[in-house]
């Protein structure tokens, strides 16, 4: 599957896109375990008090994982999974 990262947390990791392997991680929380295992830098952005942040959004194929089953969302090998930060405007 393909991890596509985005602004700060893209600039923490030094990587636009990761490739993983369904073996490596079968649901959205094994994935969000694997970044901060692989890119410990990535914690502090992505986790809130051991919590996903709020601020940031993961799609699945295009779909919010908070309106599918969240955490447990279960990955397939040619998903494209985007983590997006907070994006504000004015």
């Known amino acids: ?3 596509r990262l985005f602004a700060t947390l893209r600039e923490r ?3 636009r896109e ?3 392997s369904r073996d490596d991680a079968n649901s959205i929380q094994d994935l969000l375990t694997l970044l901060v295992k ?3 830098e990535a914690k502090e952005l992505l986790f809130r008090n051991g919590e996903l942040s709020s601020f940031y959004h993961i799609l699945v194929n295009g779909k919010n994982v908070r309106q599918l089953d969240g955490k447990i ?3 397939k090998d040619d998903d494209i999974i985007a983590i997006l930060p907070p994006i504000g405007g004015g």
């Open 1 to 3: 599957m393909k991890i």
């Open 18 to 20: 990761l490739n993983i």
């Open 13 to 15: 990791v030094g990587q």
């Open 38 to 40: 692989r890119f410990p």
């Open 73 to 75: 969302t279960i990955l």
